[in-house]
């Protein structure tokens, strides 16, 4: 049996990314370690409150030898449009937690709505990436 530990966001710039975690969405810091040895790497990770085994790493986007600069850009491309991937956050209240998160800044793509499988509202991080905010109804 194993369980998804940790998944990964492409982040412009680390600092503003744990920022924006942290601050606006409510998150705690799991780890941020530099490792010198890894021509100074920075490992930045954030978990959900009340959900300490499940980590979001902010990872920044590598260049050479990591990534050939062809590809560092259609990242950056892909991530400009929304469309590096998806974050989804489940909430209890969709309304509730929109205006929580509006308060602290988060600007939300948009407002609560209603759908066949809940309630729903998007916003994105300052880096691009989508998130997904949704209450579900029963039997979703």
């Known amino acids: 049996m194993y369980r998804i530990?940790?998944?990964q966001v492409w982040v412009h710039d680390q600092d503003e990314a744990l920022a924006f975690y942290t601050d606006r969405l409510g998150m705690d810091v799991r780890s941020d370690v530099t490792v010198p040895e890894m021509g100074n790497f920075r490992w930045v990770e954030v978990t959900p409150k009340g959900?300490?085994?499940m980590g979001i790493v902010l990872m920044a986007i590598p260049g050479p030898p990591m990534m050939d600069e062809a590809t560092t850009a259609q990242v950056r491309d892909l991530m400009a449009?929304?469309?590096?991937?998806?974050?989804?956050?489940e909430t209890d209240d969709c309304q509730a937690s929109y205006e929580e998160l509006s308060a602290r800044g988060v600007e939300f793509i948009d407002a609560p709505f209603q759908t066949?499988?809940?309630i729903d509202?998007?916003?994105r991080d300052p880096s691009g990436n989508n998130f997904r905010l949704t209450q579900r109804s029963s039997g979703y």
């Open 121 to 123: 509202s998007s916003f």
């Open 81 to 89: 449009k929304g469309f590096a991937g998806t974050v989804f956050l």
């Open 116 to 118: 066949p499988y809940g």
């Open 5 to 7: 530990a940790t998944a």
């Open 51 to 53: 959900q300490p085994e």
